[in-house]
């Protein structure tokens, strides 16, 4: 500081020199002192250089919704201003580091459409430090208040989620957590006795008893009171009411039943963690009369707390009294004789009677819980026999009957309910992971009445209690990065096609909620489809219209018209042109328009029509009873009986009915006696016959429908008329179903609606050889309503009263005839054709009866209806009895028809299917497992057998169809059954157990074979209790089926991408629960299939493991394994990484090849080395051998990187040929080969370089010599020891050149600044083959090239030049006597006196910055001024003018003879750390810190 000097301290100094300079602000001040009485001291300042310095506010940890910033704290240089690390700072003890600040920042709400805020980067990498706590310790008091304690400390998490401790100064922006708390502060349990009990006798001496309860603080029954303080719970009490009848001695024989109760008691005693000894059970007595003996046996046993188990310890483990091991017993009197005790066993009996009398006794031990919580219950108070001594519970038989005290009863929870919250249980959280949520639902509820526990809801207000949350966060931990796309936006169309685009972001979402965009490299899953196709329907159908006509007259007023196509857009984005009618109706005008050419006569306009269209319904209708007339509508299929008038109507709309015409079998219909045509729309065939059959057809105007008609005859089968005008059905008429079913779907669908008039009639041909065949066996099953011919007179009359033939209201119903739709019959021709071929029959037969139970039943639902139609119509007087006759009968024949009737059995599939050759097919009857508790059980397969305690046999039916007959054979858990006089095989194929055992249980198949295939199905024999698996040990090995299955237990080895599936069969009562594994991994229910299938699709190399299949019940549990193995057969790699390993070790001068399947070709010279690759994978690894011309080797060679490298040393000793490796594994092989040819390596001079110039007389060509082997270009390096031929030039380009520009060198620029000029020579010349240059005129080069510069611009930056200012005041530092320094500035500048970079300048010679200056400021030097002389006149100066000459000792040591006892004192605070490092021993210290350093 200016103005400063140093100056003697004014204070009392003996023989002491003080040199004081004041301390500069930053400084630090060491104060070094000797002993009270030294002569000398010292002070001198060091100063700091580094200082703590605060930082700004971090940013804020949210950018909305509230968050909170830090400040920090950075170690600062003085001197280079920069910031250092930390510990440059905490040298200085001054130096306090300031602690961080905390504010709140961004406390603006967050927008409503982000519900979350979005977390900043500085806290997601710099979380703020945090107290964290260790548990409390357990409380060193369970009762009356004890202390817990904890550790707390500051702790930071880095951005892995590393929690390393840091300094407590980083976490005191918040309050530190207590280490230290009162706990159990609650009063310890203490007894408490209830009132005593009335006594219990009515007059003379007796008993009464209380309740004694261990009570804690909050008023409960529990237990921890002391035995030795509890107060006794009965006492003697007298009635003064006198007895009057005399109390009889107790005789000897009652006391013996209670005694003998004593005999059979077992003394509970419980194992516990001290040594204690543990009694076991009695032994009977050991005589059956008389007095005897029981003996037991006493442990010494611990119990183990970790492990929960019970040790034995050598009896002198225990402390206390052994208890007996031996006490007598009396079983009764013995032969009925009065029993007479000699003195000694009346002692022994009735002395341990005594004993139990006084050693056990009842008491009461607390009140059960209240039986309600509220609202009034009942407490009954526990009675137990307890030791009277060890205060233990014993079994109640200890006790005497008659002396237990009596039921004690008490009210309790009298309080009325309360309202009160019913909470119900969460829900499954909405998100995995992020952070999802859980609700549940509360109501706030009142109890009305206890009795019907009837409650009633309330409003929440009226709960007292805070009402629970209803929702939860849940999943609170970061997801993986995944892709989030976006909503889908609109589709390109609104119908026919189009696309819909959308984008997909890679997101995280962390445990906060908050979404962290990432980039898309993060995510590893495929990207999700951001364009699809739309999947929108197909347009509307719409018109499509073409351009006007020309006006239809040259004058007067015409019309002009276009010509419009019904299109519609499909929603694969094609059009179709669709039949007009499927088109909403065209106004008039928009196909016709007027014109007006001039005054003419006018025309009327045509009409327009639209397409008529005809109402028809596809059905199905079956007559089953004689009908006089029945009426239909055109569309379907009727099977009718003779002699039956039909009518048959053509509904049209947009057609007059009087145009309507008809045809039967493409042929036109007249009106005759037989069929008329009405002129309603309507066609009547009179009295059905056989020729009526055939395809009735309605035409109205382009629209036509048809009805088929056929006739049943008196043995139930379809009368075959074929119709004449339909050829196709000719062919079709003799065709089986079977063949039928051959046929393609579009017979089914798209014909009937989109084909031609000819395919229409080609497709009812065919359906009707369908239908024909599933109606024939309808009505061939056993079932179908019988024709009842006494009704038929009833019918008939009924027919003449009703309404005329003229009444065509569709009222009319069909009552005796069976209706289905066509779309059914559809179905089953569909479903037909997909089954397998020799089990089609049978499904036919299965469809056939299922229909017909659909038709019966939709027939009863409906004929309540049908009864109430009749009634209305015909007069109940004459036809109520007939017909109610004719329909009951007919529905209680189909109601008397069983369940079984929908079912084919065997003997029908044996009888009725017969065909030429079937595979065999075993009938499965499949239900739940049962236990079969008679003694002889007889079951079929695909039933489980549980055997009981009495079954004497088991009888296992298998039946199974084919042709020819299946052979049966049975097997048990996979080996064949052998037969013996237990395991019998019967005449009907059929396996009999006699007198089963537990051997016997197990999975038995029943093998049916014959020459086309064979069908095998199990059946599970097994006992009550664990689990059965069917488990298999075969080894399955699969390289081409695309499928495989496997019972539980194999070995599976397969290829990629088969489906592979794996059984496991169960059987078990009660019924097991299937659960599979993966590598002991739970399996989710996606891969599981019916029937305790697990499906492994797609099979792949991550699929490979091991699968368990745990079938579990009550009884318990069993688990069988598989392991599945991946076969992959071998296959060429395009690299071998290793080839490469082994190339670079063996030198540049060794070849290497790879093999492949087709071939590949090295060629070496003759004694060189060669490394030939077999490049293949597979799993498991192959196996690799190497050939020669197809025979193993026999040339010297090595193998490397496990067979796969193949190394020749010398390929002179081995000839040209053909080297193969074969790879093999057991899921194929793989043969990859390379032929080896040898051949000199030689120069090659064939080509030449390109020529040295285009034109001129220098130009040449020099041979380009090449190292060639097998004609193959390789490195020259190989050559090098061939002579290399003679290479000679050739002449090359040696022409006239074309005129050119040429150009000189620059001249130097004209400035060195500034800006300036260069210049230089432009010709025009010509270059002649012989070298001679000719000039040429301007225009000839000018034609070629555009002529080159010839001055340009240069030095443009402008000139620059150093100045300097003037010389400052000579009052620089003191360099002598009179001596400074004085100092100017320099700076470079441009000349018109703009400052530039002093780089700029850095050319120029810089003019000096500093020079010597005289000056009497500096006549100063060093004085030490005396003691006691005064320096008057002269005054101080700063120590800086006298820095040009050494500064004078200011100290000196003065009384060297040493003291007598004087103390040795420190004279400095460092010197404990000067000992800590060692530095006693240097002279500088071990004076200053002679107290610290002599210490030992």
């Known amino acids: 500081m200016a103005g400063e000097t140093c100056s003697p301290a004014p204070s009392e100094l003996d023989a002491a020199v003080l040199i004081r300079c004041p301390a500069r602000q930053g400084g630090r001040k060491i104060h070094y002192a000797g002993a009270a009485d030294s002569s000398v001291q010292f002070i001198f300042y060091q100063p700091i250089i580094h200082l703590w310095r605060e930082t700004d506010f971090f940013p804020c940890s949210a950018s909305c919704g509230g968050g909170y910033q830090l400040t920090s704290a950075e170690c600062f240089d003085l001197r280079s201003s920069r910031v250092v690390a930390d510990q440059y700072c905490h040298y200085y003890p001054e130096n306090i580091k300031p602690k961080p600040k905390l504010q709140e920042c961004n406390l603006d709400p967050c927008p409503a459409s982000d519900g979350y805020k979005q977390i900043m980067p500085y806290d997601l990498y710099h979380p703020l430090p945090r107290w964290e706590s260790t548990p409390w310790t357990a409380c060193s008091s369970s009762c009356g208040g004890g202390i817990q304690s904890r550790s707390v400390s500051c702790v930071e998490e880095d951005i892995q989620g590393h929690i390393s401790p840091v300094e407590e100064w980083k976490c005191m922006y918040t309050p530190k957590m207590p280490v230290v708390q009162p706990c159990n502060i609650f009063d310890c349990p203490k007894w408490l006795a209830q009132e005593w009990s009335p006594c219990i006798v009515t007059c003379g001496q007796g008993l009464r008893y209380r309740v004694v309860l261990c009570i804690d603080h909050r008023g409960l029954h529990t237990g921890g009171c002391s035995p030795k303080t509890k107060p006794h719970i009965k006492e003697e009490c007298i009635v003064p009411t006198p007895c009057y009848k005399p109390k009889e001695k107790l005789p000897v024989e ?80 013995c032969s009925g004789e009065a029993t007479e005790y000699s003195p000694e066993e009346t002692e022994i009996l009735y002395g341990s009677l005594q004993e139990f009398d006084e050693l056990y006794d009842w008491e009461y031990e607390g009140f059960t819980e209240c039986s309600e919580s509220c609202g009034g219950g009942v407490q009954e108070a526990v009675v137990t026999c307890l030791n009277k001594q060890t205060r233990e519970t014993v079994d109640e038989v200890l006790c005497v009957t008659s002396r237990r005290p009596p039921q004690l009863l008490k009210v309790c929870s009298l309080d009325p309910c309360p309202p009160r919250w019913e909470i119900g249980k969460w829900s499954t959280c909405s998100l995995t992971c992020g952070v999802g949520l859980q609700t549940r639902d509360v109501f706030c509820s009142h109890l009305l009445s206890r009795e019907t526990n009837e409650t009633v809801i309330l409003a929440d207000e009226l709960c007292y209690k805070p009402k629970p949350s209803l929702v939860q966060a849940c999943n609170r931990f970061d997801c993986p990065p995944s892709w989030y796309p976006t909503e889908w936006q609109e589709c390109s169309q609104t119908c026919g ?36 196709a739309c999947k929108n329907e197909d347009c509307p159908s719409e018109w499509l219209l073409s351009d006007w006509t020309q006006c239809s ?19 694969t984005g094609g059009s179709v042109i669709i039949n007009s009618s499927l088109c909403p109706p065209l106004p008039f005008l928009s196909l016709t328009r007027p014109c007006a050419l001039g005054i003419c006569a006018r025309h009327n306009r045509p009409a327009h029509k639209q397409s008529p269209r005809i109402m028809a319904i596809k059905k199905v209708y079956i007559q089953v009873r004689k009908q006089k007339k029945l009426q239909f509508i055109v569309g379907g299929y009727a099977y009718l009986l003779p002699k039956t008038s039909v009518i048959l109507q053509c509904p049209t709309r947009r057609f007059r009915k009087s145009m309507i015409s008809w045809e039967k079998d493409d042929k036109k219909l007249i009106s005759s006696a037989h069929i008329t045509i009405a ?140 209706v289905t739709e066509q779309k059914r019959l559809d179905d089953i021709i569909r479903n037909l054709s997909q089954q397998p071929e020799e089990l089609k029959d049978v499904y036919t037969e299965q469809l056939v009866v299922q229909l017909a139970h659909e038709v019966f039943k939709s027939h009863l639902e409906h004929q309540g209806s049908v009864l109430k139609a009749l009634r209305r119509r015909v007069d109940s007087a004459l036809v109520e009895y007939p017909v109610h006759r004719h329909i009951s009968g007919f529905t209680s024949s189909l109601r008397t028809s069983s369940a079984e009737a929908f079912l084919p059995t065997s003997l029908d599939l044996a009888n009725g299917l017969r065909r030429p050759h079937q595979k065999p097919a075993i009938l499965r009857k499949i239900s739940a497992a049962q236990q079969l508790s008679a003694s002889e059980v007889v079951t079929h397969l695909g039933q489980t057998v549980v055997l009981a305690g009495g079954t004497l046999s088991v009888l296992l039916h298998c039946e199974a169809v084919g042709n020819p007959k299946p052979t049966i054979s049975w097997a048990k858990n996979g080996e064949e059954v052998k037969y013996n006089d237990r395991m019998l095989l019967q005449p009907d194929d059929s396996l009999k157990i006699l007198a089963p055992v537990e051997a016997d249980v197990g999975f038995y198949a029943c093998n049916a074979t014959n ?113 599945l193995l991946v076969l992959e057969p071998p296959r060429p790699l395009p690299y071998l990484e290793d080839l490469t390993a082994a190339l670079s070790s063996a030198g540049t001068s060794t070849h290497s090849v790879l093999t492949s399947p087709s071939g590949t070709k090295i060629t070496i010279s003759p004694g060189s080395s060669a490394l030939i690759g077999c490049a293949v994978d597979g799993h498991p690894t192959p196996n690799v051998t190497w050939l020669y011309s197809g025979e193993p080797l026999s040339l010297r060679h090595h193998l490397l990187a496990a067979g796969r490298i193949l190394q020749i040393f010398n390929v002179s000793d081995a000839p040209d040929g053909e080297f193969s490796c074969l790879a093999q594994n057991e899921a194929g092989s793989l043969t990859q080969k390379t032929f080896l040819a040898i051949q000199e390596y030689q120069w090659s001079v064939d080509k030449l370089m390109a020529c040295s110039a285009s034109c001129g007389h220098k130009g040449v060509q020099l041979p380009q010599l090449r190292c060639l082997l097998d004609g193959a270009e390789v490195n020259i390096s190989h050559c090098k020891e061939k002579p290399k031929p003679t290479l000679q030039p050739i002449a090359c380009n040696r022409r006239d050149c074309p005129s050119r520009w040429m150009v000189t060198s620059w001249s130097p620029c004209t400035q060195s600044c500034g800006g300036g000029i260069q210049m230089r020579r432009v010709t025009c010349q010509r270059l002649t083959a012989k070298g001679n240059s ?35 005041q000579c009052n620089g530092p003191c360099i002598g006597p009179r001596l400074a320094v004085q100092h100017r500035q320099i700076f470079c500048q441009t000349r018109d006196g703009t400052s530039v970079s002093s780089d700029r300048c850095s050319a120029l010679p810089r003019p000096l910055s500093t020079q010597n200056c005289w000056t009497n400021a500096c006549n100063v030097h060093w004085k030490a001024p005396l003691l006691l002389e005064a320096t008057a006149g002269q005054l101080p100066v700063l120590e800086h003018h006298c820095s040009w000459r050494p500064r004078p000792a200011n100290w000196q040591r003065c009384n060297i003879t040493p003291c007598e006892n004087m103390e040795c004192r420190d004279t400095t605070r460092y010197c404990e750390k000067v000992k800590q490092l060692k530095l006693c021993q240097l002279t500088q210290f071990k004076s200053r810190c002679c107290g610290t350093c002599g210490k030992a």
Request: aromatic share 6%; glycine share 6%.
């Open 1011 to 1123: 020459a086309l295939g064979s069908d095998s199905v199990s059946i599970a024999v097994t006992l009550a209790g664990k689990p059965l698996i069917k488990a298999s040990r075969a080894t399955v090995t699969n390289t081409e089926s695309p499928a495989v299955t496997v019972d539980i237990g194999s070995t599976v080895k397969t290829i990629q991408r088969a489906n592979v599936t794996i059984s496991c069969q169960v059987a078990g009562v009660p019924e097991a629960e299937v659960t599979w594994f993966k590598n002991k991994v739970k399996l989710s229910s996606a891969h599981h299939l019916p029937d305790g299938l697990l499906l492994i699709a797609n099979v792949s190399l991550s699929d490979q493991g091991l699968y368990s299949c745990k079938a579990a019940n009550l009884r318990g549990e069993v688990t069988e394994s598989s392991q």
């Open 497 to 532: 096609g189009g696309v819909q685009k959308r984008d997909a972001l890679c997101k995280q979402r962390l445990a906060d909620g908050s979404l962290l965009d990432l980039p898309e490299t993060f995510c590893f899953t495929p990207r999700p489809v951001t364009q699809h």
């Open 679 to 818: 002129p309603y729309g309507y066609l009547k065939i009179h009295c059905l016959k056989p020729s009526d059959t055939g395809t009735y057809t309605c035409t109205a105007g382009p629209a036509q429908e048809h009805f088929v008609i056929k006739m049943i005859g008196n043995n139930k089968k379809i009368i075959s008329q074929r119709p004449t005008g339909i050829r196709e059905e000719e062919a079709m008429g003799k065709t089986s179903l079977n063949e039928a079913l051959q046929a393609q779907d579009k017979h089914i669908n798209g014909i009937l609606f989109n084909g031609s008039k000819a395919e229409k009639r080609g497709h009812l041909a065919d359906l009707s050889s369908w239908y024909d065949d599933i109606v024939s066996r309808l009505l061939q099953y056993r079932d179908w309503p019988r024709e009842n011919l006494d009704s038929w007179e009833a019918q008939d009359s009924t027919e003449r009263n009703t309404s005329s033939e003229e009444d065509l209201s569709w009222e009319y119903s069909l009552p005796f005839t069976m």
């Open 254 to 333: 009652a006391k013996l039943p209670w005694y003998k109760q004593a005999q059979e008691m077992e003394e509970g005693a419980v194992v516990s963690e001290e040594p204690s000894f543990i009694p076991e059970a009695w032994s009977t007595c050991s005589v059956t009369c008389g007095v005897g003996s029981q003996v037991r046996l006493v442990k010494c046993q611990v119990l183990l707390s970790f492990s929960q188990s019970v040790a034995d310890l050598p009896i002198d483990e225990c402390e206390g009294p052994k208890p007996v091991s031996q006490r007598a017993c009396y079983s009764g009197p």
């Open 1334 to 1368: 000719i000039p040429m005129s301007n225009e000839a080069c000018a034609q070629v090239s555009k002529r080159p510069v010839d001055t340009q611009a240069c030095n443009r930056q402008p000139c620059v030049e150093w100045v300097a200012s003037s010389w400052g």
């Open 553 to 571: 007259v040259s004058c007067g007023e015409g019309t002009q018209s276009r010509n419009a196509i019904c299109r519609k857009v499909l929603k």
